[in-house]
């Protein structure tokens, strides 16, 4: 016991010794606002929040019902009756499963929550959360199947603007009478500092937003009394001053920052009148541009590396942006041209189909969430977007109008939104070196394929939601995802599935040695970091080349570089270069995770490697080793060790095909793979015609892998070299690192040569130089 203490002391030194005398400060005077609430908690806030001489909705309806965004103010009933009459069937359909008690939460459809709701309850797992101070909890040590997630959901509220949302497009007095009734029972069980439910800042912050979103669209109800008003508003207060007085501002300067910075910035302004609001308001305007200059890359990514955290922090930011614009806040200038990069971003992520891929982890959750409930896709953001930038790159990747910029901006967004041109970014393919994403498209239509090829590290602070995944791919194509990342699944309750979920074996990349690329050090850690970078990039008409590197596995005994080529060939060809440098033996996994409803309908082996193909798509992957494989595993929904997963809401997992492939021996080792989408990998068309085939090239002389993919009157012939010397294969001689060479009838057509110093056609030199280089034919 006395070495656990000492080693916990030392840790506890440790952290204070890397603290400077800002966090020092902060942490001093937050534990000292920590000991004076517990001596206060549970007593009642005070029964009028405000410094007036009215009742609280009298007040509510005026300067703050103006300042609050538009939409609330006008009657929508009739607009949205006349132009979009499906909104109404959805929204009452939800109201009266809330007025049932049944919610969505968190991908669990019909949750049901009880006649009487207890707010301490998880309505997952029948878990009552106990009543105690709220500095006292520590969710993420929490053990025994007890995810705070769950509760911290239904807690957000989010379907109470649902219930309020129905009553502005219907006038049924019992939604609103619903939502009312469950604000009350929730302030009647949760007094000020003690449960659950106050334990997250950002948690309270988001409640808030969902509480304005509430009570603003129900002044003109009945059952929004004054006396209900009165108890709310206390609440609501009282929530905001904790949210002020105990910001993360170093505990979690993440997401959770921007999102307790975005509800301190919307109330303070909306209740900016008042002493306390306009200091609110004031503090908050400064972190959230500090948030966006230290946590929004150069390129426009989110640091934290995840598609989620993106349109998390992007959801905050657009909320304040708006707002700000509405009543004529100046923020800087700085903000606003981050958030416009953030969203150029979001339109390349975005998949042709609309989706995102699930990059680094995804929490499940929403910022707001009027209609959607988690950012499997973003089209609102777009859709404000193009409202406020004007940008028809935007509204093309956004689609319809969406509900949220109706209700944010007024029935004049349809006119506005009508009036930007939509039309389809001018590139295909987009780098962002700060983030290390890179992502390629065919085309902006419904049926083209789009990768994105991951060359980035943990990013920002402690890599929290960011995974083991350098050099991993996702790839979507002719309407469907064929090759997935894994997502998340959970956080707190399953270590030993959050560890699966963060690892590199879970993702469309190589492993050394059972080893993940950086060593996971608990639920939101890791012991070591990687670095990693984009190494080139180079164009052709139809033919786009990356590359990139990482040294993960240089700490091991014998250290391995991994470096990952990315051939793209349109309109649906991939190839995947990877060669391991390094010493010593070592096993080597590769990993190719296919999309849930894909079947592997064939492993064939073929000459140094495999010809895998999945249905229904008609989707070939055609692997060649510089050596033995060892081994080919399929597997799907394994357990024990965890293997062939993938999550696509929060707590719930279905079993996908995961297809890897061992190799083991002496480093170095290279691996050449073409992925191929629809029936172009058959052996034969429909007339009997050869219409595509890979197969592996001898060389003639040098050491290298080369090979070869007929397809299309064309010849494609990839070549890696694993010696210093000059090689000879196909009528070509060469010397250099890598090289693909298209060949149509005999002819050379394209070419492209990375780090090399000669290239030669049937005896005929097509350049040489002294040092090597790039080559690009035609350039």
């Known amino acids: ?227 209900s008003a009165e108890r709310i508003g206390a609440s609501l207060f009282a929530q905001l001053e904790h949210v002020h007085r105990y910001m993360s501002l170093f505990s979690s300067p993440n997401t959770h920052l921007i999102g307790e910075a975005a509800a301190l910035f919307i109330a303070g302004l909306v209740f900016r009148d008042q002493k306390k609001p306009d200091i609110w308001l004031r503090d908050a305007a400064v972190i959230l541009g500090e948030t966006v200059e230290n946590q929004v890359l150069e390129d426009g990514v989110y640091g934290e590396l995840s598609s989620c955290y993106h349109c998390y922090a992007l959801d905050f930011y657009l909320q304040v942006l708006v707002l700000a614009d509405q009543n004529k806040f100046a923020l800087p200038k700085a903000f606003s041209s981050k958030v416009e990069g953030m969203l150029e971003f979001l339109v390349h992520l975005t998949r042709p189909d609309g989706t995102l891929p699930m990059l680094g982890d995804d929490d499940g959750g929403r910022a707001l969430a009027f209609h959607r409930r988690d950012y499997h896709s973003f089209p609102e953001g777009l859709c404000l977007g193009a409202l406020h930038y004007r940008r028809g790159d935007f509204k093309h990747q956004a689609g319809a109008l969406a509900e ?191 999309a849930p409803d894909l079947e592997v309908s064939n492993i064939e082996h073929v000459e140094d490697g495999l010809l895998v193909r999945a249905e229904p798509e008609g989707f070939a992957l055609h692997l060649f080793a510089g050596r033995l494989i060892q081994s080919v595993k399929l597997i799907r929904g394994d357990t024990a060790p965890p293997g062939g997963w993938a999550s696509r809401g929060y707590g719930r997992k279905q079993p996908c095909s995961l297809l890897r492939v061992t190799l083991a021996g002496l480093m170095p080792a290279v691996v050449l793979t073409y992925l191929v989408r629809a029936d172009s990998h058959a052996r034969h068309g429909p007339d009997g015609a050869v219409a595509s085939q890979c197969g592996r090239l001898r060389l003639e002389k040098g050491q290298g892998i080369a090979c070869s993919r007929q397809h299309s009157g064309f010849e494609d012939i990839a070549v890696f070299s694993t010696g210093d010397g000059e090689m000879e294969v196909a009528a070509f001689r060469m010397r250099g690192e890598f090289f693909w060479l298209r060949r149509e009838d005999g002819v050379l057509r394209k070419a492209l040569a990375i780090r090399a110093s000669s290239l030669d056609h049937g005896g005929r030199e097509v350049f040489r130089r002294s040092e090597p280089g790039s080559y690009l034919y035609p350039n």
């Not at 009642?44 to 405000?50: D, Y």
């Not at 359909?93 to 006649?115: D, K, N, Q, S, Y």
């Not at 052709?540 to 990482?550: A, S």
Request: proline fraction near 5%; include cysteine; glycine fraction near 8%.
């Open 1 to 227: 016991m006395s070495s656990l203490i000492t080693s916990g002391t030392f840790r506890k030194l440790s952290r204070l010794s890397a603290m400077g005398p800002g966090e020092l400060a902060h942490r001093f005077r937050e534990r000292i606002f920590v000991e004076l609430d517990r001596m206060n908690a549970g007593i009642r806030a005070a029964a009028s929040p405000c410094a007036v001489d009215m009742p609280f909705k009298t007040y509510l309806m005026g300067a703050p019902a103006r300042r609050f965004y538009p939409g609330q103010r006008e009657d929508l009933r009739p607009f949205v009756e006349a132009k979009f009459p499906a909104w109404i069937d959805r929204a009452v359909e939800e109201a009266e499963r809330l007025c049932r008690h049944e919610i969505t939460l968190l991908g669990h459809p019909g949750v049901a929550i009880g006649a009487e709701i207890d707010w301490h309850r998880d309505p997952i797992t029948g878990r009552i959360w106990e009543r105690q101070f709220w500095a006292d909890y520590r969710p993420v040590h929490e053990s025994g199947g007890r995810d705070s997630k769950f509760i911290h959901e239904l807690n957000r509220h989010q379907h109470l603007p649902r219930l309020a949302k129905a009553y502005v497009l219907t006038g049924e007095e019992r939604y609103a009478g619903e939502a009312v009734a469950q604000l009350n029972s929730w302030i009647d069980q949760n007094p000020p500092g003690l449960g659950i439910n106050w334990q997250s800042s950002l948690e309270l912050g988001i409640r808030v937003i969902s509480w304005l979103w509430t009570i603003f669209p129900l002044l003109h109800s009945r059952s929004l009394d004054d006396d």
């Open 404 to 594: 949220e910029a109706l209700w944010m901006l007024g029935r004049k967004s349809v006119d506005d939104y009508n009036a930007v041109e939509a039309f389809p970014p001018a590139e295909t393919a987009s780098h962002y070196p700060s983030a290390g994403y890179s992502i390629v498209r065919s085309g902006w239509g419904t049926r083209d394929s789009h990768m994105v090829f991951d060359l980035g590290g943990l990013g920002i602070l402690t890599g929290a939601h960011a995974h083991a995944d350098a050099l991993s791919i996702a790839l979507f194509s002719g309407g469907r995802e064929l090759l997935v990342d894994p997502g998340t699944f959970v956080y707190n309750c399953a270590p030993e599935w959050r560890t699966y979920f963060r690892s590199t074996r879970a993702h469309n990349t190589v492993s050394v040695d059972d080893r993940d690329q950086s060593e996971q050090g608990g639920t939101f850690q890791w012991t070591t970091q990687y670095r990693s970078r984009a190494a080139a990039s180079f164009k052709l008409p139809g033919v786009l080349y990356m590359e990139g590197e990482h040294d993960g596995y240089l700490r091991l005994p014998h250290g391995v570089i991994h470096r990952r080529r990315l051939l793209f060939v349109a309109p649906e060809s991939w190839l995947i270069v990877d060669d391991l440098r390094g010493s010593g033996e070592h096993k080597v996994d590769f990993s190719f995770h296919f």
